[in-house]
């Protein structure tokens, strides 16, 4: 009976996870064939023409790039710090579980409502109006969350025994933390960097308000001005478009270029994370 448990249990596992990959090739494999026919290089060098039926994306994609470093720069120290005092610093399981509440309820807030307070704090009460700042901020809040739970657990990952040799051998807590301590979880910490990226890059609601214009010729010249970007070039396409056949592919076409940006994004930072484990083994 627990041999057939197991291999009951080792089956549906399987099965699951063959499940999940078929879904994921399905996806892709769906977005290339719609997409591919548009690609070309006018496609990614130029920008859109003609009420967004001919011409390209270029500044669709300067403009994700530009919001999803914005949202890492300002959002990576916030968490790190706030996962250091967390996991280092805070004592008293009360004060944890409630700092992790908050934590909790931040990343189920709906991204509408982040696309909300950033119009109201950051596009009006801040003045910075509808631009690559307010739009970078505004997702920066919003992957939050996720960095705060992936350091936080890559801290915990660090064995108590390099905290002790540290300190004993005269460094402070604080020089411990950065000195060793930090650099061991840096590679998980990558991780929640990761998955932040694919969240930033592809939100539409939160840069609808803040940051996302529908139609622009040029490219910005200062974290000030409002940019294209691609899922809202996307939604753009798809909802407000008068020449939906063209449009369409358009759209798609976007959409794998979208797909391709996060990719590449998630395999630079993958390469960075396995870096820094082989300079750990030396």
Do not use: C
């Not at 390209?56 to 720069?73: D, E, F, K, R, Y």
């Amino acid at each position: 009976m627990r041999r057939f448990k197991q291999i009951f249990g080792f089956a549906l596992s399987t099965i699951s996870l063959i499940i999940a990959l078929s879904f994921l090739i399905l996806i892709i494999t769906y977005i290339i064939i719609k997409g591919y026919s548009v690609l070309n290089w006018e496609f990614i060098s130029q920008p859109p023409k003609m009420s967004m039926t001919k011409g390209g994306i270029l500044p669709a994609i300067v403009g994700t790039v530009l919001l999803s470093i914005g949202a890492i720069l300002f959002s990576l120290p916030f968490g790190v710090l706030s996962s250091i005092y967390l996991n280092e610093y805070a004592r008293g399981e009360r004060i944890k579980r409630i700092i992790r509440v908050g934590v909790n309820s931040l990343a189920g807030v709906p991204s509408v409502v982040f696309g909300l307070f950033g119009l109201a704090i950051f596009v009006k009460y801040f003045n910075f109006g509808v631009s690559v700042l307010s739009g970078s901020l505004t997702l920066g809040i919003l992957i939050l969350p996720i960095i705060i739970r992936a350091t936080e657990e890559a801290l915990k990952m660090v064995p108590n025994s390099f905290r002790e040799a540290s300190l004993a051998m005269g460094a402070t807590r604080w020089q411990t933390t950065i000195k060793v301590v930090l650099p061991s979880a840096l590679p998980n910490i990558l991780t929640g960097v990761i998955l932040s990226i694919g969240r930033a890059a592809g939100e539409t609601a939160p840069i609808l308000f803040t940051a996302a214009a529908f139609y622009l010729i040029g490219l910005p010249n200062s974290i000030f001005d409002k940019v294209m970007a691609l899922p809202y070039h996307i939604y753009a396409l798809m909802t407000e478009g008068t020449f939906p056949k063209e449009q369409t592919t358009i759209a798609y076409g976007t959409a794998f270029v979208l797909l391709v940006l996060v990719l590449g994004m998630n395999i630079i930072a993958i390469m960075i994370r396995i870096r820094s484990r082989r300079k750990q083994q030396w």
